[in-house]
Structure formats: C-alpha cells, structure tokens
T-cell receptor
Framework: DAGVIQSPRHEVTEMGQEVTLRCKPISGHDYLFWYRQTMMRGLELLIYFNNNVPIDDSGMPEDRFSAKMPNASFSTLKIQPSEPRDSAVYFC??????????????FGPGTRLTVL | AQSVTQPDIHITVSEGASLELRCNYSYGATPYLFWYVQSPGQGLQLLLKYFSGDTLVQGIKGFEAEFKRSQSSFNLRKPSVHWSDAAEYFCAVGAYNFGNEKLTFGTGTRLTIIP
C-alpha cells in the first residue's frame, strides 16, 4: 500500500489567493482526518470524516476553511482567501476504524503551506 | 475531554545512553494511548500503542512504553539511543468508544542526540 498521499508537498502563495490541499487516504479506511501543525499551537485536529461524511468540524478555524470528501479515495481542504497566519504544515491521516483496537491513524507526509 | 501533557519540550541525550520521555494524560475512562515519532520534514509514524492487557508494550525501533493507570502516565523508553532517533515525539490519547474518534496529541518532545 502506498500509504496516505498528499499533494502538493509544498505550496507558496500570496495572501488572498485560494489554496487547495489534496489527500488520498489508504484504501479501505473509513476515517479521514485533517490536522494543522504550527510551532505555536502544535498539532490541531481541524475536521474528520467517517465514510465521506463530515463528523466534527469544530477545529476548523473560521469560514475561510472548508473541507470536502466527494468519495472514499479523495478529500480536499480549501482556504479562501488565504492569510499569512495560515502558514503551517497540514497533515491528512486515515484510520480503518476507531473505537476499537484498530484505532490507529496513518499520517501522510504533509503539505507545507507558506502564505506571503 | 481528554488531554495530554508532555512536560519536556526538549531533551538531549548522548548516543548509547538510555532514554525516557514522559507523558501524562487525562481521561475519564479507559484510554487508548499512542506514541508517534516525527522526523524532520516527515509525517508522523506510529511507534507503539496501548489498548488493554499487558501494561508494558513493545514498539518498533526498540522502543517500549509502560501504562501506569495510578499515575495517568505512559512514558516512552529506550535502553540505548542511536543518532537516528533524533526526532520529535508525540504522545496521544484516544477515547475507548465509538462516537468519539478524536486523538488528542501532546505538544511534543524534541530529542537531540549528541555523539
């Protein structure tokens, strides 16, 4: 298995531009998670999906952020408009199921976003 | 709500020395506990996990961790570190029930290895 795939690996954009981050979870995993990692705030859960349905988006910082999962093999995290304070590493993770002994999340390599 | 505390922000250890990274959690029921490692520029990799049973769990790369319910701790240990162990280590706690699938991560401990 190729693991969780994220693209792009690096993104540099200017303030006000739209940014779209992409994630392909591990095949057969029911859960998909989006995290943001910064020096100041550490690793924060933004949103997670179960079977393509958003379950908890309480970590999404504001309306400029949105996430979708149109099918079991693809998810996007969009920031519109982007701001310099959105600069961070964004991780996608997937899990086969949770609440049991398979409650383990597999992380992608991350997308490093820089907003100028 | 669950929470995790990693009291050591940065630890420096000589190569070949033993290592212990501390993790304390707060959760009202039986927790799931995890240690992840993050090398520079990489994603998080699972080192080991505890769900139930034996409180001493073995992981990859020679790491182990011990769950101590009375102390609400899940400290990570390695008897002899290698230069390749230099990385950031995250402890995480998860809920033991469906309907709460979040993992809560600690702030991490950065490990530096000196020759």
């Amino acid at each position: 298995d190729a693991g969780v795939i994220q693209s792009p690996r690096h993104e540099v954009t200017e303030m006000g531009q739209e940014v779209t981050l992409r994630c392909k979870p591990i095949s057969g995993h029911d859960y998909l998670f989006w995290y943001r990692q910064t020096m100041m705030r550490g690793l924060e859960l933004l949103i997670y999906f179960n079977n393509n349905v958003p379950i908890d988006d309480s970590g999404m910082p504001e309306d400029r952020f949105s996430a979708k999962m149109p099918n079991a093999s693809f998810s996007t995290l969009k920031i519109q408009p982007s701001e310099p304070r959105d600069s961070a590493v964004y991780f996608c993770a997937s899990s086969p199921r949770t609440g049991g002994e398979e409650n383990e999340q597999f992380f992608g390599p991350g997308t490093r976003l820089t907003v100028l | 709500a669950q929470s995790v505390t990693q009291p050591d922000i940065h630890i420096t250890v000589s190569e070949g020395a033993s290592l212990e990274l501390r993790c304390n959690y707060s959760y009202g029921a039986t927790p799931y506990l995890f240690w992840y490692v993050q090398s520079p520029g990489q994603g998080l990799q699972l080192l080991l996990k505890y769900f139930s049973g034996d409180t001493l769990v073995q992981g990859i790369k020679g790491f182990e961790a011990e769950f101590k319910r009375s102390q609400s701790s899940f400290n990570l240990r390695k008897p002899s570190v290698h230069w390749s162990d230099a990385a950031e280590y995250f402890c995480a706690v998860g809920a033991y029930n469906f309907g709460n699938e979040k993992l809560t991560f600690g702030t991490g401990t950065r490990l530096t290895i000196i020759p």
